[in-house]
């Protein structure tokens, strides 16, 4: 009990900084112009729109990093997408290596009414191959973010929101080098998404100098829902104050 507090504690300690940097950091535009990014010494974060579940797979919305990510990260995934009554309505998340590497890690989140939620991966080696693929109460969640994370000696873990559906397979490493969003099939197909966004936030760096890839991903995952429930507290006091002096008066 007292080491799974000291770890909650050393977590809070650990993004607490990231998220008072992550305030005062300047929001820069992409050269896009579709998105905003949002960087730290050990974290990057941008949101885009829910019209990049409407792009077709042939040309979809991609996010390079200037600097790949190298063997050990750890990304969320905040779907607040409003989807189209539809049951193939969705959204597909492709983690991509860079060029030349053809290795990449896929996520698919479908609309409300299925929740499918499936993980792929391709490699050289093995081409591609569906990990996981499950609907309804086995799919994807919004009670927590889905967590893709790899490291050097951990291999690939994934979360789909509510618990581990991947878990630390190998990849002979992965480095992480953009993201591509995409929902259509082909450019004639309806429409996916209507309203919301989609975030993504990627924490790497050097292990030895970060605790965080220690901790397992279930306990980032409980302690991220407690950090997000703190901001959004924080987002409410002000105006809980100013109901309270308006009384006074």
């Known amino acids: 009990m007292k080491s799974y507090l000291l770890s909650v504690l050393l977590i ?8 008072s940097s992550g305030q005062t950091q300047q929001q820069l535009n992409h050269p896009q112009g579709k998105y905003q990014v ?28 200037d600097n790949p990510k190298g063997l050990n990260w750890i990304l969320t995934i ?35 009414i299925s929740k499918k939620f499936w993980v792929a991966v391709n490699t ?11 609907s309804g109460s086995n799919g994807w969640s919004r009670d927590q973010p889905v967590v893709i994370a790899h490291g050097n000696n951990q291999g690939l873990t994934i979360t789909n929101g509510k618990r581990i559906v991947v878990d630390k397979l190998s990849l002979d490493g992965f480095t992480l ?11 004639d197909s309806p429409l996916n998404t209507y309203g919301g966004n989609l975030s993504f936030d990627v924490t790497y760096g050097n292990p030895a100098e970060s605790p965080l ?5 279930g306990m980032l995952i409980g302690v991220g829902g407690l950090v997000i429930g703190l901001v959004i507290f924080k987002k409410r006091k002000p105006l809980y104050q100013e109901d309270e002096q308006k009384k006074k008066n």
């Open 177 to 187: 080098g953009s993201i591509v969003v995409y929902g259509k099939d082909d450019s």
């Open 78 to 112: 905040q779907n607040n997408l409003s989807y189209a009554i539809r049951q193939d309505a969705k959204t597909i998340v492709k983690l991509q290596e860079p060029i030349p590497s053809e290795k990449f890690i896929e996520v698919a989140m479908f609309g409300d």
């Open 213 to 217: 890839y220690y901790l397992p991903v």
């Open 38 to 65: 949002i960087k730290t010494k050990n974290s990057e974060q941008f949101v885009l729109p829910y019209t990049a579940s409407n792009d077709d797979r042939k040309h979809p919305l991609i996010y390079s990093y």
């Open 124 to 134: 050289n080696e093995s081409g591609y191959m569906r990990l996981y693929d499950e």
């Open 12 to 19: 809070i300690v650990i993004f607490t900084p990231l998220l």
